[in-house]
């Protein structure tokens, strides 16, 4: 079966996405890997909402722009999205809908009696059950497959809403406005495991097997499922969430806590990343590990909170005032995100230093099929710690917690060990910790401080997938990256993509000998400015050979853009 | 353990005759009487003259930045419960900057103390207006005096639902380190505010005019400290000049309380392994 691409569109609030999940759900436990994008409004109820859903036998690493199905249950889903309807496709709406005679062309164009089965079967906000109906028939469910959906969702909401939904169902099924030209045979079957899973949700998990037990936050989208998932995380494993007063308080705080002993992590967007460059430069000036989250959406300022952007980074890359040491890393899937939230605990720790997590709003809050992350307690390095009994010998203070070293790390003594009391403080300080502001200890300090980090240039942590030796490298990270795979594998360019998996410190050595192995560097972000082929640019000191790919409407590249600029690029 | 041994040796840079010296003293005698480990000690300050407080302590110390003493605070207490935990800070801390968080920490009400130490003046940036200056008070940011009200940071905390609000005055060291015992032993979260005089920029809130004005709550109460509106009347009454523990609810449950803490609360023990079982209870929700 080739891509399958299907929008369920309605009005906010009635349960489109649920219905979508649901159907997502299903299909990957017959074998087959889904990719949705939820289309929302910066409202609770009402406006229109829409998810568009991919489905394939292999890994989808974005969505398709245009549909072979759309299910319509209100105008406004029509208006929108009937344009991105394939030539072949066909537009099921509901049939309380007035359609204009003269939408069609050659599309097909079916009405079904969405609203109509719910109300006689059930009640009419059931129409989420028809569209399960119609849909799950269409994408070669049997009846009691979604029979058993049906039950999953509303078994403990009484057996009236059970039986009602089940009659509703019943009715959609049997329904015959279908028949089977109309969509591809999906052949079900059954595959690895898998799980369903979006950015905000592996990062979590992965904060959990990282040995995180404290989380502040204030709410914010596209952020605050991790602090939601933790907060169902924590009871049951002995950890603390806390939903502070303000993202100041969620840094600081985390930066105490941290400091502490406990790995401890916050997470936001934009608007809250700016309020917590204090905090960052506080745990950049006493080398406490933290770790943040920043899950990008559309600024500045409130910008466009339920659209996706990668225009944080120029900020992040020197964030808060003065300088210190910081590193960021930027997943490109949802594996990555569960991966790299592991790394990024053992790096704040090993560095002492705050670790940036940097995702886009799609990467975040993109629910998708991955091959299930299987069982494994990760490896945890902690860093460098005085041991209890070296201590022991500063019973009256003087303990170094900033003591000059080679790499520029020094030990940790937490609060509570007898003999380390030190002081830490945001003021330039000695190695006792204790505020100075001599020139000398001032240089040694900064070296300290900004040089501990240099070792993670050598990393390799640009990704190039199956090199075909073209003249041209494509590369991104976040959500972006998914489009390029896609575009990269359709294309009969030569063209190669990559991944960045660490922006700072840039891994400068590998860019260099990827400029001499390429012609160009196409470097695909969604901000205005390029921010991230500005950095590589400056860190390389190369200007001619990074070139600069753009988008910054709130939508993701669609696999057509980037498949016309490959091929521009292969002539 | 004697009050010697919480200090570090340091001299403090405050002024001769700064009221903050007394509070230093009263924290490390209060710590001392209460023989608290000088390990399972920390002192979280601000910024300002008052911030330096904690660089003066044999403790695990933290000065943070300005107006985060708490949040950074609370941090700490939630990782390690097991600690003694004081945020130390100024009038610009706590009811400028910091407002927000003084009234969240209040409400939070973890186990822990916070001492403001109140001039009425910002000292470190060589005088100017505090939140907490009356109206009138010239400053070089206000040469024509004042015009905003002050906050009043009593009623501040009863109106946040405090559970333990005193006053002291650094001129009367006994009872100050008799409140900030008091304030630690509290279940919950006990603030503390000192009348602590500026030698150098307050030329109006001085030693002088606090013996003149202050009060003692023993002298002028009626009810106990448990009565909340007797607080706020005594407040009123003597516009906020008096020193004593002017609230306390016991009964009130704290954070630890609420949240029913146990050994087990600390979260910097060695990191606990997952088991595969509660692997798949927390990946359960994304089976499918």
């Known amino acids: 079966m080739e891509k399958f691409t299907m929008l369920i569109g309605g009005i906010q609030g009635e349960g489109v996405v649920s219905t979508g999940i649901s159907l997502m759900k299903a299909l990957s436990r017959k074998g087959y890997y889904t990719l949705c994008e939820r289309k929302f409004s910066s409202r609770i109820k009402g406006g229109n909402t829409h998810i568009i859903i991919t489905v394939s036998e292999e890994e989808v690493t974005c969505v398709e722009s245009t549909y072979h199905v759309i299910m319509a249950m209100d105008q406004e889903s029509i208006d929108l999205n009937f344009h991105q309807l394939r030539q072949d496709g066909i537009l099921f709406y509901d049939q309380e809908l007035q359609v204009s005679e003269n939408l069609s062309g050659n599309k097909k164009v079916i009405p079904l009696p969405i609203t109509e089965t719910a109300k006689d079967q059930g009640k009419s906000f059931m129409k989420n059950t028809s569209v399960i109906g119609f849909l799950g028939k269409m994408t070669g469910f049997a009846y009691d497959e979604l029979e058993e959906i049906i039950k999953n969702a509303y078994g403990k909401k009484g057996q009236e809403t059970l039986t009602q939904n089940l009659a509703v169902l019943k009715v959609a099924y049997n329904n015959d406005s279908f028949d089977s030209t109309m969509a591809p045979s999906f052949q079900h079957k059954k595959g690895k495991a898998k799980m369903m899973m979006m950015g905000n949700e592996a990062i979590a998990l992965g904060a959990v097997m990282a040995g995180c037990r404290f989380m502040a936050g204030y709410p914010i989208t596209p952020a605050s499922d991790i602090m939601e998932n933790l907060a169902l995380y924590f009871p049951q494993i002995g950890g603390k969430t806390v939903q502070t007063e303000d993202e100041v308080a969620a840094i600081a705080m985390t930066v105490g806590a941290s400091h502490a002993g406990a790995r401890s992590m916050t997470a936001t967007s934009g608007p809250g990343m700016t309020l917590m460059g204090e905090g960052l430069g506080l745990a950049g000036m006493i080398e406490t590990p933290i770790v943040v989250v920043d899950a990008q959406r559309a600024g500045p300022s409130t910008g466009m909170p339920t659209k996706t952007e990668q225009s944080d980074l120029s900020f992040l890359y020197y964030a808060g005032h003065g300088e210190y040491s910081s590193i960021i890393l930027s997943p490109s899937t949802v594996t990555e995100c569960y991966e790299m939230t592991v790394e990024a605990f053992n790096l704040a ?25 299987p069982f494994e307690n990760p490896p945890i390095q902690r860093g460098l710690f005085a041991s209890e009994t070296f201590l022991s010998s500063y019973k009256d203070g003087g303990f170094p917690r900033y003591k000059i070293t080679e790499n520029g790390l020094s030990e940790r003594a937490l609060p509570g060990i007898p003999g380390g009391q030190h002081q830490v403080t945001g003021l330039e300080h000695n190695e006792l910790g204790r505020p100075s502001d001599n020139p000398d200890n001032r240089k040694k300090m900064m070296k300290k401080r900004m040089l501990k980090t240099e070792p993670l240039k050598n990393r390799n942590e640009i990704i190039v997938e199956d090199q075909l030796n073209g003249k041209t490298l494509f590369m991104a990270y976040g959500s972006v990256y998914g489009v390029l795979k896609e575009a990269s594998k359709r294309s009969e360019s030569d063209v190669d993509i990559a991944r960045i998996r660490q922006i700072k410190p840039l891994p400068v050595d590998q860019i260099k000998k990827l400029m001499a192995q390429y ?28 070139v600069s790919l753009t988008r910054y409407d709130g939508n993701n590249f669609t696999i057509e853009e980037i498949l016309d600029e490959m091929e521009r690029w292969c002539k | 353990m004697e009050m010697m041994d919480y200090g570090n040796g340091l001299n403090p840079t405050w002024c001769k005759g700064c009221g903050h010296f007394s509070v230093l003293r009263s924290l490390q005698t209060a710590a001392a009487r209460m023989n608290i480990p000088r390990e399972m000690l920390a002192v979280v300050s601000g910024i300002g003259c008052s911030g330096r407080i904690s660089g003066y302590m044999n403790a695990y110390s933290f000065h943070s930045v300005h107006g985060r003493s708490l949040p950074v605070a609370q941090g700490i207490k939630l990782a390690n419960p097991e600690l003694t935990v004081v945020a130390a800070g100024g009038d610009g801390d706590g009811f400028a900057i910091g407002t927000s968080h003084t009234v969240h920490a209040i409400r939070r009400n ?23 200056s009356h109206q009138g008070f010239k400053t070089k940011t206000t040469p024509e005096g004042a015009v905003d009200m002050p906050v009043d940071p009593g009623l501040l905390a009863l109106g946040s639902g405090v559970s333990f609000y005193a006053q002291g005055f650094s001129a009367q060291q006994d009872e100050l380190i008799e409140l900030i015992k008091k304030a630690i032993e509290h279940p919950g979260f006990s603030l503390v505010q000192v009348f602590s005089p500026c030698v150098t920029y307050n030329k109006v809130n001085t030693y002088q005019w606090f013996r003149e004005h202050l009060k003692s709550v023993e002298d002028i109460r009626n009810t106990d400290s448990s009565d909340y509106i007797g607080a706020v009347e005594l407040l009123k009454e003597t516009k906020g000049l008096c020193t004593g523990v002017i609230f306390q609810n016991k009964e009130k449950k704290c954070y630890e309380e609420l949240h029913q803490e146990t050994k087990e609360s600390n979260l910097v023990k060695e990191t606990p392994q997952i088991s595969e079982e509660l692997f798949q209870q927390l990946t359960k929700k994304f089976s499918l």
């Open chain 1, 519 to 546: 012609d160009s560097i196409v470097v695909v972000e969604e901000n205005f400015n390029g921010q991230l082929a500005q950095i590589i640019r400056q860190e390389t000191d190369r200007t001619s050979d990074i």
């Open chain 2, 110 to 132: 973890i186990n822990m103390t916070y001492i403001v130490m109140n001039n009425q003046v910002y000292g470190l940036t060589k005088g100017h207006v505090s939140p907490v």
């Open chain 1, 349 to 373: 720790d090993q560095y002492q230093c705050p670790v940036i997590i940097l995702t886009d709003l799609n990467l975040s809050l993109s629910p998708q099929t991955i091959d299930a992350i």
